[in-house]
């Protein structure tokens, strides 16, 4: 029987250009301007990829399914497996409609320009990747994800990479108080960056915090941009919570705002809020990883 394979891809910068005549893009690559030399090389290198994903799925028999739309939920109970083309960012947005079946494959469709830490393969090793995935022959690894809540409410328990707690101006104080294990703290800050492993190596890491190994179930908390103008350290820096914990954070300022996985999906928090971070129920499968690490090709 055919597998039955979610195909999500991303556009490029220059297809989301051309849906808007008006759209300054036009103008700076007329222009030649620096700021958009390689929109031309990364379509094509992206449109290159796409024709070979699809034409790797039609050899394999698979019966494909197209997803529009990368940022719109869909239904995956259906499928057998879910292949995104693009870069980590069009993976982390299927992800959050994928609970802990069906299996992902990532494949990086635009290398040079694209950052691929979650992808299994890249061109020219994308038709043996597929084909390898739909005869169930590529390793797989487990991700923790995160769940969050809001007032007792269920957010998300999708957040594979991590989500941001800040002031809606980026020039303006975050102010909240954190509680732990019993320890409560009030801090002032940029805000602070909270996720599971697969995150630790991104913006975790350069606010401080240390890379977890892949397979952790751990979360990791790290304050970015701490003030303390008594120079007496937060003691909640960096917070690790593991299985059975959470994190409970309850906002001192109006306007707040939580950002999930990226720029594109992100929630309105206001005073007295109060938000709780804990390791979710759904993990995500992804496929073509080593447990060594992100990137790690078979």
């Not at 690559?29 to 929109?39: C, F, K, N, Q, S």
């Amino acid at each position: 029987m055919p597998k039955r394979v979610a195909l999500v891809v991303k556009r490029s910068a220059l297809d989301r250009a051309r849906e808007h005549p008006d759209d300054r893009l036009h103008e700076l690559l007329e222009r030649e301007d620096p700021t958009v030399a390689h929109v031309r090389d990364a379509h094509a290198e992206h449109e290159a990829s796409v024709s070979e994903v699809k034409r790797a799925l039609v050899d394999c028999g698979a019966h494909v399914t197209p997803i529009r739309n990368k940022r719109e939920h869909f239904e995956t109970a259906k499928f057998d497996l879910v292949v995104t083309v693009g870069g980590d960012g069009t993976l982390l947005h299927a992800s959050h409609s994928v609970g802990d079946v069906p299996a992902i494959l990532s494949i990086n469709s635009s290398p040079s320009t694209s950052v691929g830490f979650f992808a299994a393969a890249e061109q020219p090793r994308i038709a043996d990747a597929i084909r390898a995935a739909l005869d169930d022959e590529l390793p797989s690894v487990e991700l923790t994800r995160m769940q969050v809540s809001v007032n007792g409410e269920v957010i998300s328990s999708r957040v594979l990479n991590d989500a941001l707690f800040c002031h809606s101006s980026p020039a303006a104080t975050s102010r909240y108080i954190l509680e732990h294990r019993g320890r409560v703290e009030e801090q002032k800050s940029s805000g602070f960056w909270i996720g599971p492993a697969a995150g630790s190596t991104a913006a975790q890491r350069s606010a401080g915090g240390k890379v977890l190994p892949l397979g952790s179930r751990t979360l990791q908390m790290v304050v970015r941009e701490p003030y303390t103008p008594h120079a007496r350290p937060y003691k909640l820096r960096r917070v690790l919570v593991r299985p059975g914990e959470e994190l409970l954070v309850r906002s001192k300022a109006r306007r707040m705002r939580l950002y999930l996985d990226g720029p594109d999906e992100w929630l309105t928090v206001d005073l007295g809020d109060v938000l709780t971070f804990t390791r979710s129920p759904e993990p995500l499968v992804l496929l073509g990883i080593s447990k060594q690490g992100l990137g790690t090709r078979r």
